[in-house]
């Protein structure tokens, strides 16, 4: 992660925790469960998602992944033709909307 990425992530949990936004979480005042130790990824990494996952936060991508998913399984089961052109346009939607924000991830790293 550059400096300024880190500055400003430092920054973001301090006005959290300032806030009391970081107080009551599960597991606090615990020690962290660490991952057995794969060795190809960033064990900060792989405990920050495991943190985020336990306490709801879910990045955008992957609820419109799972909408996208959702949205491929209603154009399978369609019955008629209106059904499924209206399945179809979701579908389309959704494939562009998780294309854009793909696309806007990559730019940003």
Known sequence: MSFFLARIAER???CARDEG???NLKGEHRPLDLPSGNPHVDVMTEVGHRVMAENGAIPP???MRKSLAEAR???KSA???AERRTARSRVADLELRC???AEARMRRR
Do not use: H, P, W
């Open 12 to 14: 973001l949990i301090e």
């Open 79 to 81: 019955i008629g033709e």
């Open 73 to 75: 399984d209603a154009l």
């Open 61 to 63: 991508e992957v609820v």
């Open 99 to 101: 294309n854009m924000a």
């Open 21 to 23: 936004r970081l107080s």
